[in-house]
């Protein structure tokens, strides 16, 4: 059922060309988004955006730390509803040892997440 949800806000997204944002807003306004289960919506922003998640090798700490340069009050700005965030949408992804061991989980999520 979560496939199907997915697939309905994935093709309002994408129906017609559009920047990141507005694809965004238009799936979000699905009924069915409001159905999907927090992973599942963060498959689907990931993909909205069209954003790449970072492969496990990515996340090492072999060489030297790099700050992220931020512009001028970058840190300081806030949306209209204050800057209340639920995360980033990798956030709400299950580690890689959670699909691994869970055998309920459908295999496109599964390949999704990995």
């Not at 309002?12 to 159905?35: I, N, Y």
């Not at 730390?65 to 965030?85: D, E, I, V």
């Not at 956030?91 to 691994?100: E, F, G, K, R």
Request: hydrophobic share 35%; aromatic share 6%; with cysteine.
């Amino acid at each position: 059922m979560q496939e199907q949800y997915l697939a309905t806000c994935l093709t309002s997204g994408f129906s017609r060309p559009m920047r990141a944002p507005q694809r965004v807003a238009l799936a979000t306004r699905q009924d069915e988004f409001k159905l999907l289960q927090k992973p599942w919506q963060g498959i689907l922003l990931l993909a909205l955006h069209e954003v790449e998640a970072p492969g496990v090798d990515e996340d090492d700490d072999d060489g030297p730390a790099t700050p992220a340069r931020l512009p001028r009050g970058a840190r300081s700005r806030r949306g209209r509803r204050g800057g209340r965030s639920s995360g980033s949408p990798l956030d709400h992804l299950p580690s890689v040892d959670d699909v691994l061991n869970d055998a309920n989980l459908p295999a496109a999520f599964g390949f999704a997440v990995l």
